[in-house]
């Protein structure tokens, strides 16, 4: 099952609960810019602190999952389970960017009731580009058509003002 905007603002009313700093990565933030791919999952990078974890437990109690670590020991994905749509939080991009750096390139868009960092489809793509795992590869073309269909309406727009 792929995620709708009301799963993705009931997440956002959790994220806001636990006072979690997100920013929504993947094809979830590749579908808020109008990339026509699919999910079945909705990532988000945070950023690594002493308060992260009981941060996550809030979270996953307020949006009744149970937390995991796929990829022990050197884990750098914290993943949900117990919806029909799985949370992964990363904590470090493929690309290597921080979450400073991401978030400076980022969007805040609303959804639902609330506000959310959207990183930009260049971040996007140069996680997946890093990554290089096949699903990644295999949705690459589709982004970076996106972002070029993106590159020229906005300069058709600045060029008719």
Not at 19 to 29: H, P, Q, R, S
Request: charged share 30%.
């Amino acid at each position: 099952m792929s995620f709708d905007e009301e799963t993705l603002a009931s997440m956002l009313e959790a994220v806001a609960e636990a006072k979690l700093e997100v920013i929504l990565i993947g094809n979830a933030a590749a579908i808020i810019h109008g990339a026509p791919v699919l999910t079945k999952d909705v990532d988000f990078m945070v950023r690594e602190h002493p308060r992260l974890q009981a941060k996550l437990e809030k979270f996953a109690q307020t949006f009744g999952v149970v937390l995991t670590r796929p990829y022990e020991p050197t884990s750098k994905v914290i993943r949900t389970s117990g919806r029909s749509v799985t949370v992964d939080f990363v904590l470090a991009l493929s690309s290597r960017k921080s979450f400073e750096s991401v978030k400076s390139r980022a969007t805040k868009i609303r959804i639902g009731k609330r506000m959310v960092w959207v990183a930009s489809l260049e971040d996007v793509i140069a996680a997946k580009e890093a990554a290089n795992r096949p699903k990644d590869l295999a949705a690459l073309p589709v982004l970076k058509e996106t972002l070029e269909v993106k590159r020229a309406s906005t300069h058709k727009k600045n060029n008719n003002h």
